[in-house]
């Protein structure tokens, strides 16, 4: 679908977000110079053309005492990966799944699933409970908690900003192939 310039426009301005207040797409139509009615139809076409399938809330979730997440992964046979994935995604607890390539020799895990909780002796249950319920004792697997959080954003899709200028490295070396597989 080619996009329109107030689609684009509309994309962008929500980047980050409806803006809390009584009338979101009206304040949004003021910003673009165009109607709430407008701003709703656009809304519905993007929609209908599944560019945009869904709105969401980022909860804080350390705001609210959920202070511990582990990201727990999963070396599962091909074949098998998709139900166990479609299983563990429809665990109450699980927040985040999904599969991803392995790289042989530095990476064995192809299964991926976050959980987050109050505390560690949540999560811990949470998992011992997943492991149970998908039969996954002998699958090998490693349990990753967080120590620090440096961000949490929503993904940011579009045309950029503005144009961000990196500086030149100070040091050239060859990535090897590995990394640039698994970044």
């Known amino acids: 679908m080619e996009l329109s310039n107030l689609q684009h426009r ?3 301005r929500l980047r980050d977000g409806l803006p809390l207040g009584k009338h979101p797409y009206a304040d949004i ?8 009615e407008t701003v709703i139809e656009t809304l519905e076409q993007l929609i209908a053309h599944k560019v945009i399938n869904r709105f969401g809330m980022i909860i804080r979730h ?3 005492g959920y202070q511990a997440n582990a990201m727990c ?3 599962i046979g091909d074949d098998a990966a998709p139900d166990i994935g479609k299983a563990m995604a429809a665990l109450p607890y699980v927040t985040l799944c999904y599969r991803r390539e392995r790289v042989a020799g530095v990476w064995p895990y192809n299964l991926y699933c976050m959980i987050h909780g109050r505390d560690r002796l949540t999560v811990r249950a949470q998992i011992r409970h997943l492991f149970a319920r998908l039969e996954l004792h002998d699958a090998p697997h490693k349990v990753l908690f967080s ?17 961000v200028s ?6 050239t070396r060859a990535i090897p192939d590995e990394v640039r597989e698994i970044s």
């Open 10 to 12: 509309l994309i962008e």
């Open 29 to 36: 139509a003021n910003d673009l110079g165009a109607t709430e």
């Open 62 to 64: 350390r705001a609210l």
């Open 73 to 75: 992964v999963f070396d």
């Open 147 to 163: 120590k620090q959080c440096f961000t949490q954003r929503a993904g940011k899709y579009g045309a950029p900003r503005a144009s």
């Open 166 to 171: 990196l500086p030149a490295p100070t040091e």
